[in-house]
């Protein structure tokens, strides 16, 4: 597709099971991101991969957090073992621009629309 | 740490009112500086962005400039309209730190006949 595809776009689950979110980011796309949205507040920075490595992982909340990215492009975020306080909207962007020392970058995310998780 | 300070909603206003929402950011290298918009039922989108100190962003009759002296970002509109009504976030992209990209807690305008 021409965007950013997230899936599923809407997943209820119960305390203590795993969940995974993928986020198919837009093709040639050499950034992806994943945040954190809720309820009331703004978007919480999770982790970013450059290409298949992840520099920055230092917005995960906790160990029972993961992610991955294959071929540069899929991402899968992982949730294991829920809490009630994992509810939120999990928003995944991608970047072309890559920024680096000396380069401008436009630096412009493209979002998916979300996968909304309620833990009961 | 980087990070992004927004001014906190909601916030309603009269169609044609002026409307401004302040950002404010704390970053050690030389940022760029965007601002989102969230229409409902919708994902995040790019409203304007500037890259250096001075630059103006501008988008739909929306303006923000670039304020490295005050280290701010605010967002203007001279008359805003129904079709605003939006959450805005503030962001901020360090390309001499992988990149990093961090948003503020999000401004909901709401703009009333």
């Known amino acids: 597709g021409a965007g950013v595809s997230q899936s599923p776009s809407n997943k209820v689950t119960e305390k203590g099971k795993d969940v995974e979110l993928r986020c198919d980011p837009i093709?040639?796309?050499?950034?992806l991101y994943w945040y954190r949205q809720s309820l009331g507040q703004g978007l919480e920075f999770l982790i970013y991969?450059?290409?298949?490595?992840?520099?920055?992982k230092s917005g995960l909340p906790s160990d029972r957090f993961s992610a991955e990215r294959t071929g540069g492009s899929v991402s899968t975020l992982t949730i294991q073992r829920t809490q009630q306080e994992d509810s939120a909207v999990y928003l995944c962007?991608?970047?072309?621009?890559?920024?680096?020392?000396?380069?401008?970058?436009?630096?412009?995310?493209?979002f998916g629309e979300g996968s909304r998780l309620t833990v009961l | 740490g980087n990070s992004v300070t927004q001014m906190e909603g909601p916030v309603t206003l009269s169609e044609e009112a002026f409307l401004t929402i302040n950002c404010t950011y704390t970053a050690t290298g030389y940022p760029s500086l965007f601002w989102y918009v969230q229409y409902p039922g919708e994902g995040l989108q790019l409203l304007l962005k500037a890259t250096k100190a001075d630059d103006k962003g501008s988008n739909k009759g929306f303006e923000a400039t670039y304020r490295k002296e005050t280290t701010s970002f605010h967002l203007e509109k001279g008359s805003v309209q129904v079709s605003d009504s939006a959450v805005y976030f503030c962001?901020?992209?360090?390309?001499?730190?992988?990149?990093?990209?961090?948003f503020g807690a999000g401004t909901r305008l709401t703009v009333k006949p």
């Open positions: 093709s040639g796309h050499t950034a």
């Open positions: 962007a991608s970047s072309l621009e890559m920024g680096a020392a000396g380069l401008e970058g436009t630096g412009e995310l493209f």
């Open positions: 962001a901020l992209s360090d390309r001499w730190n992988n990149n990093d990209m961090r």
């Open positions: 991969f450059q290409g298949n490595s992840a520099p920055d």
